[in-house]
């Protein structure tokens, strides 16, 4: 298991998995007429109570996680997956990180053990973190004495 690099977050994006956004609902007055500004244009405010907005949440964190957890584990040469990726397309992605999640829900894995993987790989990439500041206090140091 391998922290994640730096650009996962952006190699998400590239792949076309993206949080959801939610709906916008129009806002109201006590009598039902919609709320407008001074333009008359109705005020509208987002719905993060919306059912396939909380769903759709739901499915993109599920995939987070189960790309996180392949992108940590695939320089282990015991690990392999069954689910390989069909097509670098943001569709291929969704359906590789889904399939990837049916395999982890075949072998009797639970929420809470993606969880405690995820922890796992975020403590790693902490760990690096933690000594990346140390051997830069380090390195400071030695360039302020004079020494290299």
Known sequence: MKPLPLGFQRQLRQRGI???????????????????DQNGQA???????DSKFIEQTELYHQRVAVLAIVESL??????EFETKLNGETPEGWAQFADAVFEEFEAAGLTTG???????????????????????QANFSESIANGSS
């Open 113 to 135: 053990d993606l969880v405690a993987i995820c922890d796992e790989i975020c403590r790693i990439g902490n760990l690096l973190n933690q000594d990346l500041v140390r051997e």
């Open 43 to 49: 005020l509208t405010q987002s719905d993060v109570t």
């Open 18 to 36: 993206f949080p959801p956004v939610p709906p916008a609902k129009i806002l109201r007055d006590s009598s039902g007429k919609p709320l407008r």
């Open 74 to 79: 695939q320089s282990d040469p015991h690990i």
